[in-house]
């Protein structure tokens, strides 16, 4: 059984009112949205809400996507504080690649399907963090 992700919503930028005066006083509007929207998947996670405290330096793992979702390809996280995230990823040829990104908010990725994830780790740098965390994509 499978789904569909949706993604709506605008990304909006410019002064802080319209009569600053100031400039620019060009308005930036960008639509949000999945690659597909909306975007099928066979399996998901739901949404995942945990505290996490590490050691500075030592990543735990959130959770291999494989154990819920075979090939992860659509990734939401959210954090309250600086976190890296080590994602794990498929090189296309069944190696890795591994990318470490400082997330300090929102989050959100998609991979190709060649190239899925394939661990999610945190390290919160000795701090107390609650992440929420939705993964969705093949079996």
């Excluded at 993604?7 to 509007?29: V, W």
């Excluded at 190696?95 to 994830?117: K, Q, T």
């Amino acid at each position: 059984m499978g789904g569909q992700l949706k993604l709506s919503g605008s990304l909006i930028a410019g002064p802080t009112q319209a009569t600053d005066g100031g400039f620019p006083a060009m308005l930036a509007n960008a639509p949000l949205s999945t690659k597909e929207n909306p975007k099928g998947y066979v399996q998901a996670t739901g949404i995942l809400c945990r505290g996490v405290t590490t050691v500075a330096g030592v990543f735990q793992d959130l959770g291999e996507p494989g154990n819920v979702v075979g090939e992860a390809l659509t990734l939401y996280f959210r954090s309250d504080n600086l976190v890296i995230l080590r994602e794990t990823v498929d090189d296309g040829a069944g190696g890795d690649i591994i990318n470490n990104n400082p997330v300090d908010g929102l989050y959100v990725r998609e991979y190709p399907s060649a190239r899925f994830l394939k661990t999610l780790e945190i390290d919160t740098q000795g701090n107390a963090v609650q992440v929420e965390y939705f993964l969705a994509g093949n079996a």
